[in-house]
């Protein structure tokens, strides 16, 4: 039996997109394979890192300075922000990790045996509809307006996406609600999850002495997952709303 509370706790849980299923749950770290490449089937999750963390030692930059940076009427740090706790308050595991330079997302993957992909890959994978055959409402080699497929309603945006309510504290953001947690909204194109909407997501390729970010996040409308938005960050940029995710070659895939 439920209690009153109980029931009241997980009412709000579901509000939130916090409850879990046992499949989610044992899809995190779940790769498919796309394009030739094996993809992580969602973004690099606060669980993930802290496997990494706990094998390396590893600080990032925001925890050594006291914290990252949102934008609010300006560059603002925000004490105690980090990959840990992206808006002040510690994370879920299942959470994308946040807070992290290009550098420090390039040395995850690399503990995992993976990669970023460079901007090349990650449009093919976002927009390119490869899997043979498809599931309902994908055509197999149609080039999609969004990650998500025609629209960008099933994803997770300012506005013209889901309106789903983020993980961020009530009044600790003058915009937006934060991220989802990983694999709460419908899977897109190739069977991704996030590739539009939720977080930018780092890739390997250079723009002067930047490098690009794709796919938007939840501080942005849903124009800006279009795949002519080509947005790039200094490399050291550690901010709430962009995370990463990992590719590997099928030959370097371990048994």
């Known amino acids: ?25 044992q899809t995190i770290g779940q790769q498919s394979r796309v394009h030739g490449l094996l993809w992580d089937i969602h973004e690099m999750t606060v669980g993930q890192v802290k496997q990494f963390a706990a094998a390396s030692g590893f600080r990032s930059r925001a925890e050594q300075e006291g914290g990252g940076y949102i934008y609010d009427a300006g560059w603002e740090q925000k004490k105690g922000w980090t990959w840990r706790q992206p808006f002040g308050v510690p994370a879920l ?34 927009f390119g509809e490869q899997r043979d055959p498809p599931p309902a409402g994908f055509i197999r080699g149609k080039r999609y ?12 945006c300012l506005h013209g996406c889901s309106n789903r309510q983020g993980t961020a504290p009530k009044a600790s953001l003058n915009r937006g609600s934060g991220h989802l947690p990983v694999m709460q ?11 539009g909407g939720n977080v930018w997501e780092w890739v390997n390729t250079a723009v002067g002495d930047e490098r690009i970010t794709r796919g938007s996040s939840w501080w942005y409308d849903a124009s800006r997952q279009l795949e002519s938005d080509v947005a790039s960050k200094p490399v050291d940029t550690r901010v709430a709303y962009v995370g990463f995710r990992c590719v590997q070659s099928v030959s370097n895939a371990r048994p």
């Not at 039996?1 to 749950?25: E, K, P, Q, V, Y």
């Not at 307006?145 to 997770?156: F, I, K, R, V």
């Open 185 to 195: 909204t419908t899977p897109g194109v190739n069977g991704l999850y996030d590739m």
């Open 93 to 126: 595991d299942h959470e994308p990790a946040v807070h992290l330079t290009f550098g420090e997302a390039q040395a995850i993957c690399r503990h995992f045996n993976k990669r970023l992909p460079t901007d090349a890959e990650w449009v093919a994978a976002a």
């Open 1 to 25: 039996m439920i209690s009153r509370c109980g029931s009241t706790i997980m009412t709000w849980m579901l509000g939130m997109g916090l409850l879990w299923s046992n499949a989610h749950a």
């Open 145 to 156: 307006a969004y990650p998500n497929g025609d629209t960008a309603q099933a994803s997770h």
